[in-house]
């Protein structure tokens, strides 16, 4: 049966979450699951998850654990990649720094800091890919690290691994624009044994979604329901009519990370809705950021974000104490398309996905080369990319002004370029909006000065 390899293992809230999606199928608990991590305290934790949930259910599942990459690479069929380079304050820096010049971005997306994210995430993520063309060349790479479009950009230039680039935010926006439209919807129940992880994050399975039909594709983050339908009508009707009352999106819990102010804005003025949250789009655009002013007025509270580190050490203690009782996990089958790509090509049943890819005219009016977020069809084959055609030209528009960015960050951070780092923190919409070149030179400095010595060595 498959090997399936997770690098970052570690990071458990994603990872319980994988394994339980992969053992949902019984087609997969035949399987090898090799869980690795540099650090040996968050892996031995995953461990003894892993080995109790199987224990617990009875499978033939076979539960590895190393803290050697090569070791566990060896004849992989699939790998996950969930790394976070540098300590568990992610974006520690990538936030402190262009704050301190009031820019308030996301290491998570684009701009100062998610450029600087991809340069300590890049090189690692390389060196996998390497390791990959020796130990399992015919394997399949699933990549979950943000910031993600340079992240898949850089593989599908510079390595010849197959490979695609996930993120849950079609699915979790699917249920959004039902919730808004049709709603409200009630998630399948998730039983009390589930932990929080769960209930923020993967809880995303609703019956409607099984009458519903989306045509979503642009770039990560920013890609666009360019078609949505319910039981064969079209919701963006429902949706215009219902987003006239301000109530709708603009209260604490209008969906799973608060108020959506910025995403209806949006598709007030450019006729189509965007995957992710409000949050994450305002750091794409210079419309939202630009004076605490307009912070507010957005509710754009990303200190609730940065943040979530500091919850996800208290889950990692919560499940300490769960496997010290012999807590009864279930296995559930969240909202993400990991399991369901393995699935798929393992038993040749069909499905589809959206995923990151290069694009080969699969958006026609977006550049050759770039990595856009397109439909894909699923088989014993393997992924298959849809054709997309013509994004609408607004839309196009939006999504080229962060390609510009993605494309010098990747040469930039490739050929170890601070010229190149700096001209592409240089086109970013919302920093390019408030900063002045040179102010923009002195942020890219200091972020260099920060991280150089550790992650960043070999710059000219």
Known sequence: MAKIVLIGAGSHVFSK??????????????STITLMDIAPEPLDLITQFAKTIVRQNGF?????????????????????????????????????????????????????????????CVPVILDI???????????????????????????????????VGLCHSVQHTAAD?????????????????????????HNQIHEELNEASYWVAGINHMAWFLE?????????????????????????????PGPDIVRVEVFKAFGYFVTESSGHMASYLPYFKKTRALI??????????????????????????????????????????????????????????????????????LPDGCCVEVPCLVDKTGIHPCYVGDLPPQL??????????Q??????????????????????????AILTIDEIRNMVDEMFQAEQKQYLKGYK
């Open 129 to 163: 890919c390497h390791d990959m063309e020796e130990l399992c060349p015919n394997a399949w790479l699933l990549n979950y690290v943000n910031p993600m479009a340079i992240n898949t950009w850089a593989m599908n230039d510079y390595t010849k691994i197959k490979n």
């Open 228 to 256: 949505l339908k319910y039981r064969g009508k079209d919701v963006y009707p429902l949706l215009r009519e219902r987003f006239k009352d301000p109530a709708i999106y603009s209260g604490e819990d209008a969906h799973g």
């Open 396 to 405: 196009a528009g939006l999504n080229r002004t962060s390609i510009n960015v």
């Open 296 to 365: 507010d007025k957005y509710k754009l509270d990303e200190q609730k974000f940065a943040n979530m580190w500091k919850v996800r050490l208290g889950w990692d203690d919560e499940l300490r104490e769960q496997i010290r009782a012999d807590h009864k996990f279930p296995v559930l089958h969240g909202a993400e398309y990991s399991a369901q790509i393995i699935h798929s090509i393992e038993t040749g049943t069909p499905s589809r996905i959206n995923a990151n890819v290069k694009n080969r005219g699969y958006i026609t009016n």
């Open 407 to 432: 494309e010098l960050a990747v040469r930039g951070i490739v050929e170890k370029d601070k010229t190149k780092i700096f001209q592409a923190i240089l086109l970013d919409p919302l920093t390019s």
């Open 17 to 30: 979450a994988t394994i339980t999606d992969i053992l949902w199928y019984p087609e997969l608990r035949d």
């Open 177 to 201: 624009l039902l919730d808004y439209g049709i709603g409200p919807l009630k998630p399948v129940e998730v039983p009390k044994e589930a932990g929080p992880y769960y209930r923020l994050f």
């Open 60 to 120: 033939n599942t076979k539960i590895e654990s190393t803290t050697d990459r090569r070791k566990a690479l060896e004849g992989a069929d699939y790998v996950f990649i969930t790394i976070s380079v540098g300590d568990r304050e992610k974006g520690r820096f990538g936030r402190a720094i262009p704050l301190k010049y009031g820019v308030e971005g996301s290491p998570d997306t684009i701009g100062a800091g998610g450029v600087f994210g991809a340069n300590r």
